[in-house]
């Protein structure tokens, strides 16, 4: 049977972590490599790397980092932020990415997906949205949450699907950073609705939350990164717990 | 020992070539037919379409070349749908070395592709030595080849199929080891020492 995914996320700024993370017996808290390589051992089943660096070298230095990652963790890994052009995924891509996740890029310019899946395959194309609750809708926000739209999160969702997203990454801004639980309504709509998976994120904080995402808004994954990185919710802990609550993960230790 | 990895236009061949070097082998990615006939150990990596990647091999002889090839040959995700006779994605005529038919999963199934990690089972291969029955493996496909007497591992999605097979010297799995936490690391180490 196929699992449900714990993906934890790693916010990246000049090719180092941007928050710290509380592991025991870590040797540098801010090397994205080292912090990917014990969530791979503690059983995360993917990771994310968000890079959020805002300057032109900015792509040479992340194609190196995801070299170092790719030669280090064993497990599957996506690389997004300020991804725009077929040449930015083929420089990730060749450098050992698994997935890319592209955002405001894609929503300005559809097409885009159409040639990311046509040249590298919808198995590597995730579309992020990040998505917020207003009079009555969830709407589609763009750069990192500040440009609003009056595009419903589904209504786009479903074309960047026909256009060749192979998963969708779903962020929940009323929700995230509050610790109060997943989005499970718009989580439902899209997981239901579309035939791709759905990774749930953002309002992660107890490990019934994601027992909630995966039981009742069938979501296929789900992502949280401050309450791993604080050691508030270990990955072993939560896989127990979803397995004690009959949901299928995949067990490491 | 020399490994080499068939390069062509298919993505993880990186991936693969990393993985190796996590257990100590330095392999070469090459699609010179030489090189590649004279190898100790042959990889047949893969992630993309079907028809694109059966026109590449192709253009350069290989499709030739890895049916005729005697030292063991472990076919990876796409790489193991090529070395079948037939797939549904687009229509295409494969290697022929496995006469098994690829099928696109149907909408029954879940989700397509599959995505995630899912379990083997009924592993009867040395590739599989030391590893638990129903041990997790990460996959990304659309289509699935089916049971056959060639079935040496098998996973359900929706329907049972074929993991991984072998004949002779060719062995190949559905999922990507090279992706596969310590399980696909196992795999790997198992084909470069066990399989001769």
């Not at chain 1, 207003?134 to 750069?143: C, I, K, P, S, T």
Request: overall charge negative; glycine content about 8%; proline content about 4%.
């Amino acid at each position: 049977m196929l699992t449900k995914r714990i993906i934890p996320c790693l916010d990246i700024r000049d090719g180092r972590t941007v928050k710290g993370i509380n592991f025991e017996n870590i040797r540098d808290a801010g090397d994205p490599v080292e912090q990917g390589r014990l969530y791979a051992e503690q059983g995360a089943d993917e990771l994310v790397f968000l890079d959020i660096t805002a300057t032109n070298e900015r792509r040479k230095t992340m194609a190196d980092l995801v070299t170092r990652i790719a030669r280090q963790v064993n497990i599957p890994f996506t690389v997004g932020g300020g991804i725009s052009s077929a040449a930015d995924v083929s420089v990730l891509l060749a450098a050992g990415a698994d997935k890319i996740s592209v955002n405001t890029a894609a929503f300005r310019d559809p097409q885009l997906l159409n040639t990311l899946s046509r040249e590298f395959g919808s198995q590597c194309v995730v579309l992020a949205i990040d998505t917020k609750y207003e009079a009555g809708a969830w709407y589609v926000y763009l750069n990192g949450g500040r440009v609003k739209t009056d595009r419903p999160a589904f209504d786009w969702a479903r074309e960047a699907v026909d256009r060749g997203a192979g998963e969708i990454l779903l962020t929940a801004m009323n929700n995230d950073g509050t610790e109060a639980g997943f989005a499970l309504d718009v989580t439902r709509q899209l997981s239901e609705g579309l035939p791709v998976p759905v990774i749930a994120s953002g309002g992660a904080g107890t490990l019934d939350h994601f027992t909630e995402v995966f039981e009742d808004a069938h979501a296929d994954a789900a992502l949280a990164a401050s309450i791993f990185h604080f050691g508030k919710i270990s990955i072993p802990a939560l896989k127990a717990h979803l397995a004690a609550g009959g949901i299928p993960v995949r067990h490491t230790v | 020992m020399n490994t080499v990895i068939i390069k062509y236009n298919a993505g993880n061949t990186q991936s693969v070539l990393y993985a190796l070097e996590r257990i100590g082998v330095s392999a070469v990615v090459t699609d010179e037919p030489e090189q590649i006939r004279g190898a100790d150990k042959v990889i047949f990596p893969g992630v993309g379409e079907a028809s694109t990647a059966m026109q590449y091999l192709r253009e350069r002889g290989l499709d030739r070349l890895i049916p005729s090839l005697r030292q063991p040959v472990l076919g990876v995700c796409l790489g193991m749908q090529l070395l079948c006779r037939h797939s549904e994605e687009n229509d295409t005529h494969c290697l022929g070395i496995f006469d098994l038919g690829v099928r696109r999963f149907p909408a029954s199934s879940g989700k397509v592709p599959q995505i995630g990690w899912n379990m083997i089972y009924d592993l009867s291969s040395p590739l599989f030595e030391g590893i638990a029955e129903r041990s997790y493996v990460y996959g990304v496909h659309s289509y699935y080849v089916e049971k056959s007497p060639f079935s040496i591992a098998t996973t359900d999605y929706g329907l049972s199929y074929s993991a991984a097979i072998s004949r002779d010297n060719f062995y190949a799995v559905q999922f990507h080891p090279e992706k596969s936490a310590d399980v696909g690391q196992r795999i790997l180490e198992n084909f470069i020492l066990k399989i001769n």
